[in-house]
């Protein structure tokens, strides 16, 4: 080995992060942080290019391994490869049995507003006696209900009630999350928010990552001062939020209703000076500027999109910017449906996301967004599977490290009870099939 490795093609010198369990090694002294995975049908999501997304017709590939192992040293992969390859491991290593299910990498939902202050199914009952979602917006409903109750709500309380909520989406086979503050509207209320994100990242298993949505809606305090609540977020709101380093991008809610391009340019502007790069809301409910303001700051997504042109299309080929479509969101409000077969047709690379949130989605279940998307936006299993694991990391700013199986990466994923193919998973969109959730390695139910 201090020669190089031929197999992994490491240099003389590299330290590679499955040295310590090379392969071609008989037998090897691990430490008692390793662990076997073994009796797996099918090891899934494999990603040996190191891949940080995928786009267009790679989307279709999603490499498995029929039959296989898996080796975890330090919360990270170590080594993966055929039962008929296993080396032969010290005897005191904990050995875990798939057996015959198969093992998927984590979820990667990079859309969430899973810190929020309660439900509001009395809107779900407004929605079905017929107003749309813009309807009781205006009416100073929605979001702004939602940050009445926040308000009232103790940090404490919102951090309890917020983490019910990570541990189901973790059980359901999520591993890394974006989460959005926007229920606060004022300074102190959205750093609270901010600060409860913190709390998660700290004592959570979970990958998180946090995002400062201060224009999600105009404040009641400035109800017809649109331009003076711009102005606080960018002047006062964004630099409290960076001198506490609270936000790793920042979000505004770009659409007819909301906040125009020139907000939200101004407000991007503002948080790339205090370095949160930009992750928006863009065309939900219009075709209203958000591709073109997204692509002029260089945000690292542009989420919704079910209002997306062909124009807009084809201004993506080409940029860093990820475009992230939520199915649940057409799904819960009878909107349509983001082009997304289009978009991969174009060759960009979309990430799928719950948007799991009181108003729009009261759901962050991964796998039936998978489900989603194959069933109402004709991607293939394989295509939804990866825009809901490495590019959905790759809007996170992540998939170096997550969303996808690779020597060296976290080890983030699940172990499901057998299944007969990797498009059960979507199909069956109703069955459960998660058996254990494992993530930095260790198991977590
Ligand atoms: O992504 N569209 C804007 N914001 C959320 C909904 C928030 C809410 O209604 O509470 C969304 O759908
Ligand atoms: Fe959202």
Redesign the pocket.
């Given at each position: 080995l201090s020669k190089g490795c031929s197999i992994h093609r490491c240099r003389r010198g590299d330290v590679p992060p499955h040295r310590r369990v090379h392969p071609v090694l008989t037998q090897i002294i691990v430490p008692m942080a390793t662990t076997l995975i073994y009796n797996i049908a099918t090891l899934g999501g494999i990603n040996r290019k190191g891949r940080l997304r995928l786009q267009g017709s790679e989307m279709a590939q999603f490499e498995t391994l029929d039959n296989a192992y898996l080796l975890i040293q330090d919360g990270r992969i170590a080594d993966f490869g055929s039962m008929e390859s296993l080396p032969q491991l010290a005897a005191d290593l904990k050995r875990v049995d798939a057996e015959g299910g198969t093992v998927m990498p984590s979820f990667c939902d990079s859309h969430t507003?899973i810190v929020n202050a309660g439900s509001r199914e009395n809107e779900f009952v407004d929605k079905i006696n017929g107003l749309s979602y813009a309807e009781i917006a205006k009416r100073g409903g929605?979001?702004l209900n939602?940050a009445d109750k926040l308000h009232e709500m103790s940090e404490d309380e919102l951090f309890e009630q917020s983490m019910k909520r990570v541990r189901e989406v973790m059980l359901k086979g999520t591993g890394c999350v974006e989460i959005k503050s926007g229920y606060g509207l004022n300074t102190e209320d959205e750093l609270k928010m901010l600060r409860v994100i913190r709390r998660i990242k700290q004592t959570s298993p979970l990958k998180v990552v946090s995002n400062f949505l201060g224009a999600?809606a105009v404040d009641r305090a400035y109800a017809g001062r649109q331009s003076a609540y711009v102005d606080l977020v960018v002047n006062e709101m964004i630099p409290a939020v960076a001198a506490e380093g609270l936000a790793d991008f920042v979000d505004v809610?770009c659409d007819e209703g909301f906040f125009t391009p020139e907000e939200t340019g101004r407000i991007l502007q503002a948080g790339a000076e205090h370095g949160m790069r930009g992750k928006i809301?863009g065309q939900?409910l219009a075709p209203s500027g958000g591709v073109e303001v997204a692509l002029k700051h260089n945000a690292l997504s542009v989420d919704?999109l079910e209002s997306m042109t062909d124009e807009d299309i084809a201004m993506m080929i080409g940029t860093e910017t990820s475009p992230t479509a939520?199915p649940g969101?057409s799904f819960f409000l009878n909107i349509p449906f983001a082009p997304v077969r289009k978009m991969i047709s174009a060759g960009l690379g979309p990430a799928i996301a719950s948007?799991y949130?009181?108003?729009?989605?009261p759901s962050g279940d991964m796998k039936f967004v998978v489900s989603l998307a194959c069933i109402k936006m004709r991607l293939l299993p394989e295509e939804a599977l990866n825009a809901a694991t490495i590019n959905g990391a790759y809007a996170m700013g992540l998939s170096a490290d997550y969303g996808s199986i690779a020597i060296g990466k976290v080890a983030n994923f699940y172990i499901t009870h057998p299944i007969p193919s990797i498009a059960f998973i979507p199909y069956a969109y109703t069955t459960p099939v998660i058996r254990e959730v494992y993530l930095n390695g260790e198991q977590q139910n």
């Open positions: 507003h929605g979001i939602s999600h809610f809301h939900e919704h939520l969101t948007d949130n009181p108003g729009s989605t």
